[in-house]
């Protein structure tokens, strides 16, 4: 009376043994004050998530009515994206325009930009997982005064991040970093929340003079969910590009049921520990297997949390500082002249030609071409307009700075009615092998060749002051046109270049680098062991 259940019924594929079983009790009859058991929820599948981070940095287009703001953004979940203008939100109206589109392409136009003296802009991209912004400050061309004259235009261009932050953990430290366009020569902050960060505590910050910037955070875990900016800045522009990091709190595991101790006398295992039975291999001897345990291999009790597994070590690719493999030449004939040098390095290094101290590229007096199996070739026309050409290549990468120069004095017209000089035996100075960079124990070794038939005089130069031999310089010069360089206490000097200088009165070369030193991870000692004081043959 107390149950609902039916009357059973045998089915015509069941025996009468099978139908007079007993029930069990998943199959017992539910009573009126039970309740009927919930379904179980499946478990959701998680789709993989990633923080917002900005594929392409913020660019921009500008004529004389309206500038275009253009980055690209990727992230899942899709990020919502917000512009700012002069710290202003701002949306689709008469002065804007804002198209943000599915597959991350972001785009904000501003109109009738005259009225604003200075246009700071800031994109900004978050969703569950983080927050990732960048912006760009553009001082506007103001119209000359009646009667002014208008001011030159300047060869400083607006910084901008060639690769913008991004985030990444090392074991127990957050690495933020990217990289800005180093010929803006701008100044580098990082700040928290909008507030300036310091070097020191729990923050070490890294400037190269190629542009790279970093920020290590330690105790990363108090810091999560704020917003990390660096802010690139010069007297023509700023940037700004940031990012956040979010630390997920995983969830205890469930530990499974301790199971009773097996006590049969030969499997006898300590109630106190989970280790099973140790088994000797074929390789080991009876001594080893008896040794007793090391606190490396004791057996882990229940209190013990099982230990974590090894994060596997990235395989890094080797990196080479910039090298050149064959001097910097020179042909010329009467209307131009032709300089080249062949380079090497990993990445491949980035390339710079200067004539005169001035910056070149592609145009009516100059032509560049740098392939990228190293071969490196400047033209110069319209020569005689140059009574010296000076001419530095100048090759970069993250893990240094490397850079060679060849100055020519320009063949002259005689006066009218005057006698042509005699041509000089002396040749300009040139390196018949480029200056380069060896470690050696507890000091740093730059040396090269120099061609003695130029009969040069040499000098070395820091970041371009001389320097002299002593302190942590000793320069040596052989006549056979050996030079090097030794440096002592090295690791303050990272970072700097570094050139050696051959100068006669025909011509002038140069060939210089740098370094970089590698912060090293202390390496872990291990336990010292206890002596085996056994005797050789004797077995426990």
Same mark, same amino acid.
């Not at 209307?335 to 491949?348: A, D, H, L, N």
């Not at 061609?451 to 302190?471: E, V, Y």
């Given at each position: 009376?107390?149950?609902?259940?039916?009357?059973?019924?045998?089915?015509?594929?069941?025996?009468?043994?099978?139908?007079?079983?007993?029930?069990?009790?998943?199959?017992?009859?539910?009573?009126?004050?039970?309740?009927?058991?919930?379904?179980?929820?499946?478990?959701?599948?998680?789709? =993989?998530?990633? %923080?917002?981070?900005?594929?392409?940095?913020?660019?921009?287009?500008?004529?004389?009515?309206?500038?275009?703001?253009?980055?690209?953004?990727?992230?899942?979940?899709?990020?919502?994206?917000?512009?700012?203008?002069?710290?202003?939100?701002?949306?689709?109206?008469?002065?804007?325009?804002?198209?943000?589109?599915?597959?991350?392409?972001?785009?904000?136009?501003?109109?009738?930009?005259?009225?604003?003296?200075?246009?700071?802009?800031?994109?900004?991209?978050? &969703?569950?997982?983080?927050?990732? /912004?960048?912006?760009?400050?553009?001082? @506007?061309?103001?119209?000359?005064?009646?009667?002014?004259?208008?001011?030159?235009?300047?060869?400083?261009?607006?910084?901008?991040?060639?690769?913008?932050?991004?985030?990444?953990?090392?074991?127990?430290?957050?690495? @933020?970093?990217? !990289?800005?366009?180093?010929?803006?020569?701008?100044?580098?902050?990082?700040?928290?929340?909008?507030?300036?960060?310091?070097?020191?505590?729990?923050?070490?910050?890294?400037?190269?003079?190629?542009?790279?910037?970093?920020?290590?955070?330690? &105790?990363?875990?108090? *810091?999560?969910?704020?917003?990390?900016?660096?802010?690139?800045?010069?007297?023509?522009?700023?940037?700004?590009?940031?990012?956040?990091?979010?630390?997920?709190?995983?969830?205890?595991?469930?530990?499974? +049921?301790?199971?009773?101790?097996?006590?049969?006398?030969?499997?006898?295992?300590?109630?106190?520990?989970?280790?099973?039975?140790?088994?000797?291999?074929?390789?080991?001897?009876?001594?080893?297997?008896?040794?007793?345990?090391?606190?490396?291999? %004791?057996?882990?009790?229940?209190?013990?949390?099982?230990?974590?597994?090894? +994060?596997?070590?990235?395989?890094?690719?080797?990196?080479? %500082?910039?090298?050149?493999?064959?001097?910097?030449?020179?042909? @010329?004939?009467?209307?131009?002249?032709?300089?080249?040098?062949?380079?090497?390095?990993?990445?491949?290094?980035?390339?710079?030609?200067?004539?005169?101290?001035?910056?070149?590229?592609?145009?009516?007096?100059?032509?560049?071409?740098?392939?990228?199996?190293?071969?490196?070739?400047?033209?110069?026309? !319209?020569?005689?307009? *140059?009574?010296?050409?000076?001419?530095?290549?100048?090759?970069?990468?993250?893990?240094?700075?490397?850079?060679? /120069?060849?100055?020519?004095?320009?063949?002259?017209? =005689?006066?009218?009615? /005057?006698? %042509?000089?005699?041509? $000089?035996?002396?040749?300009?100075?040139?390196?018949?092998?480029?200056?380069?960079?060896?470690?050696?124990?507890?000091?740093?070794?730059?040396?090269? &060749?120099?061609?003695?038939?130029?009969?040069?005089?040499?000098?070395?130069?820091?970041?371009?002051?001389?320097?002299?031999?002593?302190?942590?310089?000793?320069?040596?010069?052989? =006549?056979?046109?050996?030079?090097?360089?030794?440096?002592?206490?090295?690791?303050? *000097?990272?970072?700097?270049?570094?050139?050696?200088?051959?100068?006669?009165?025909?011509?002038?070369?140069?060939?210089? $680098?740098?370094?970089?030193?590698?912060?090293?991870?202390?390496?872990?000692?291990?336990?010292?062991?206890?002596?085996?004081?056994?005797?050789?043959? *004797?077995?426990?």
């Amino acid at each position: 009376e107390e149950t609902i259940e039916p009357r059973r019924k045998r089915t015509p594929d069941q025996t009468f043994a099978e139908f007079e079983e007993p029930l069990d009790d998943k199959k017992a009859p539910r009573t009126r004050d039970e309740e009927e058991p919930k379904p179980r929820r499946p478990e959701e599948k998680r789709e =993989p998530t990633e %923080a917002p981070k900005f594929i392409e940095q913020l660019t921009h287009k500008m004529d004389t009515r309206e500038i275009e703001f253009q980055c690209v953004i990727s992230g899942k979940p899709q990020p919502t994206v917000e512009w700012f203008v002069n710290d202003k939100p701002v949306k689709d109206g008469p002065d804007f325009r804002v198209n943000n589109t599915r597959d991350g392409k972001c785009i904000l136009k501003i109109f009738n930009i005259t009225k604003y003296p200075t246009v700071s802009v800031i994109c900004r991209a978050s &969703n569950p997982v983080g927050v990732s /912004s960048t912006s760009l400050e553009i001082k @506007m061309p103001q119209k000359p005064a009646p009667g002014s004259r208008a001011p030159k235009p300047s060869d400083v261009t607006p910084p901008r991040f060639t690769k913008n932050i991004t985030t990444e953990f090392d074991e127990d430290i957050v690495v @933020m970093e990217g !990289n800005v366009d180093p010929k803006s020569k701008p100044s580098i902050k990082w700040t928290l929340d909008d507030k300036d960060i310091k070097d020191g505590g729990d923050f070490t910050i890294i400037t190269t003079p190629e542009g790279h910037v970093s920020l290590e955070i330690e &105790n990363f875990p108090k *810091y999560t969910g704020k917003e990390f900016k660096c802010v690139a800045e010069n007297e023509v522009g700023k940037c700004t590009s940031g990012s956040s990091f979010t630390v997920d709190r995983a969830e205890p595991e469930k530990k499974p +049921r301790d199971k009773k101790p097996d006590t049969k006398p030969d499997t006898y295992v300590s109630e106190e520990t989970i280790e099973p039975r140790r088994k000797r291999t074929p390789d080991q001897t009876f001594a080893e297997f008896e040794e007793p345990l090391d606190d490396k291999k %004791a057996p882990r009790t229940r209190d013990e949390e099982e230990p974590k597994p090894r +994060r596997p070590e990235e395989k890094r690719e080797p990196t080479e %500082a910039p090298k050149f493999i064959e001097q910097l030449t020179h042909k @010329m004939d009467t209307r131009e002249i032709e300089f080249q040098c062949v380079i090497s390095g990993k990445p491949q290094p980035t390339v710079e030609w200067f004539v005169n101290d001035k910056p070149v590229k592609d145009g009516p007096d100059f032509r560049v071409n740098n392939t990228r199996d190293g071969k490196c070739i400047l033209k110069i026309f !319209n020569i005689t307009k *140059y009574p010296t050409v000076s001419v530095i290549c100048r090759a970069s990468n993250p893990v240094g700075v490397s850079s060679t /120069s060849l100055e020519i004095k320009m063949p002259q017209k =005689p006066a009218p009615g /005057s006698r %042509a000089p005699k041509p $000089s035996d002396v040749t300009p100075p040139r390196f018949t092998k480029n200056i380069t960079t060896e470690f050696d124990e507890d000091i740093v070794v730059m040396e090269g &060749n120099v061609d003695p038939k130029s009969k040069p005089s040499i000098k070395w130069t820091l970041d371009d002051k001389d320097i002299k031999d002593g302190g942590d310089f000793t320069i040596i010069t052989t =006549p056979e046109g050996h030079v090097s360089l030794e440096i002592e206490n090295f690791p303050k *000097y990272t970072g700097k270049e570094f050139k050696c200088v051959a100068e006669n009165e025909v011509g002038k070369c140069t060939s210089g $680098s740098s370094f970089t030193v590698d912060r090293a991870e202390p390496e872990k000692k291990p336990r010292d062991k206890k002596p085996d004081t056994k005797p050789d043959t *004797y077995v426990s």
